[in-house]
């Protein structure tokens, strides 16, 4: 014999109803509406990193290159994550000053330091033997790249502009910038990010991408 239930009782399973009905309909609407306040700019979601973002990132593996014997400029991008000086053919106090910051930040990186390297990006294809003296003797592990500028004008490519330009987005100047193993440059830092702010990003990269 079926149980007769109280009003009481079918009230209260009829609230219960109704919340388990509410619930993810309301997490929907919630979610919907911090997207949307998202990308209105009425509020900031905070992310891991401290440099700044590329946006959107700037693929750079069908630049036109130009490397030493000893590095394969077909695969310069591959396989691991860069730390990319953008230089020319001398390089002043603030290049140097660069050059070795990101040599010191390689070297923290300790047991990952094989998943990361350096190069040097010029569009002067003829250093001075200033730096060039200065690359052998104080980052003899750094990969030097010249970016042949007349070979992208005559394929029509327009990254390397493309990334100039958002390297100077902020108004100033970018000293080094990241580069992910498929070729795309992602962030980049100035003079206010110091050299614990960029080992965190870089670790947490690493920490968080896979091992090739």
């Known amino acids: 014999m079926t149980a ?6 079918v009230r209260a399973n009829r609230i219960k109803l109704v919340l388990l009905w509410s619930v993810p309909f309301g997490l929907m609407a ?4 911090v ?7 009425y509020i900031s979601v905070g992310s891991k990193n401290e440099g700044v973002l590329i946006r959107p990132p700037i693929q750079l593996s069908e630049l036109a290159l130009t490397t030493s014997e000893a590095v394969d400029k077909s695969s310069l991008w ?16 603030t290049c140097s000053e660069t050059l070795l910051l990101t040599r010191q930040i ?11 390297q350096r190069v040097y990006l010029s569009t ?10 200065h690359l052998a003797t104080e980052n003899h592990y750094m990969k030097v790249a010249v970016v042949n500028s007349a070979a992208d004008q005559l394929n029509n490519s327009t990254t390397m502009a493309e990334l100039d330009t958002a390297l100077a987005g902020s108004n ?3 000293r080094f910038f990241i580069v992910d193993p498929d070729g795309w440059a992602m962030m980049y830092y100035l003079d206010e990010h110091d ?5 965190k990003d870089l670790k947490y990269l690493l920490k968080y991408s896979k091992e090739r």
Do not use: F
């Open 4 to 9: 007769t239930l109280s009003p009481q009782q």
């Open 30 to 33: 919630i979610a919907g509406l």
């Open 35 to 41: 997207y949307t306040m998202v990308q209105s700019g």
């Open 78 to 93: 591959q396989d691991k994550w860069s730390i990319v000086v953008r230089g020319s053919a001398d390089c002043d106090s």
């Open 106 to 116: 390689h070297i923290r990186l300790n047991k990952e330091a094989n998943r990361v």
């Open 124 to 133: 002067e294809s003829a250093l001075s033997d200033e730096l060039t003296a």
């Open 172 to 174: 100033q100047a970018a």
């Open 195 to 199: 050299g614990g702010a960029i080992l």
